[in-house]
């Protein structure tokens, strides 16, 4: 039974008889002294096992990642999961976004067409800091997880080390962020894109430096990871682009093309 349902149920009960249970009638001559105690006990301890019951199924909930957030908690919950992936070594400890997101756009529970191989995206908040600073970018939020599920970072300024460790290798990264979204292993594959580029890219050693990939593939190359445990056929996909001016890495369920 879902929370909901049960606070639901409990804001059904009428309010004489949460006042009868913290203030029984004295004079009733229906009922005995002893009686009067007795309900009065019994209501109290029905109420409170009835709140301890939604607590218990809340806290459940948010253990099982299974609470549904609000805008105002996605903010939070961004800004949380963004310190995560820094302390994990996915991005730089300097990469914060400055203030409140300039824009938090929700996007519904889709399923993608086969541009997407059929991947369904989650219902999800979508935070965007555009205001400037050092650094700015958008962020997915999945409203059920509380994951970040596709991430677009973008430094200010040149220079992959603005955004993640110098000593980061493609199989590093993509094993973090395959303990980040509880997956138990991934493999990359070639990157075949027919319909906009008419491109084929050989998939990269995991050995290669992630930073060396912008030297390697100029022109728009992205990674194609398949992740064991996430939507069979589904890949998630890592981005990087780096120019004179700024540095950019997008990398999570979304490609930067179409």
């Known amino acids: 039974m879902k929370r909901e349902t049960i606070t639901r149920m409990l804001n059904g009960i009428d309010d004489r008889y949460i ?20 309900m009065k006990k019994k209501r109290i301890v029905t109420l409170a096992l009835a709140a301890a019951l939604i607590l218990a199924l809340g806290a459940a909930a948010y253990a099982g990642g299974s609470v549904a957030l609000g805008p105002e908690a996605a903010e939070g919950i961004a800004i949380e999961q963004l310190a995560v992936w820094r302390e994990m070594g996915l991005l730089s400890r300097n990469v914060i976004f400055e203030g409140p997101p300039t824009k938090i756009v929700e996007s519904p529970e889709r399923r993608g067409g086969d541009y997407w191989y059929g991947r369904l995206f989650p219902h999800c908040y979508e935070l965007r800091w555009y205001s400037g600073g050092e650094y700015w970018g958008t962020l997915d939020v999945d409203t059920i997880s509380g994951k970040i599920m596709c991430a677009y970072v973008v430094a200010s300024e040149p220079g992959t080390e603005k955004l993640f460790p ?6 590093r990264f993509c094993s973090l962020l395959a303990e980040y979204w509880g997956f138990s292993g991934y493999r990359i ?16 050693d995991g050995s290669t430096l992630l930073k060396e990939l912008p030297e390697m593939y100029p022109m728009n190359y992205y990674l194609t990871v398949f992740f064991e445990g996430d939507q069979e056929g589904a890949p998630m996909y890592v981005w990087l682009s780096s120019s004179d001016y700024s540095t950019s890495l997008l990398f999570g369920n979304a490609h930067p093309i179409g």
């Open 19 to 38: 006042s009868e249970a913290a203030f029984p009638d004295p004079v009733s001559p229906r009922e005995s002294p002893e009686r009067i105690v007795h």
């Open 166 to 171: 110098a000593e980061l290798t493609v199989d």
């Open 189 to 204: 594959e070639d990157t075949i894109d027919e319909d906009m580029y008419h491109a084929h890219w050989a998939a990269v």
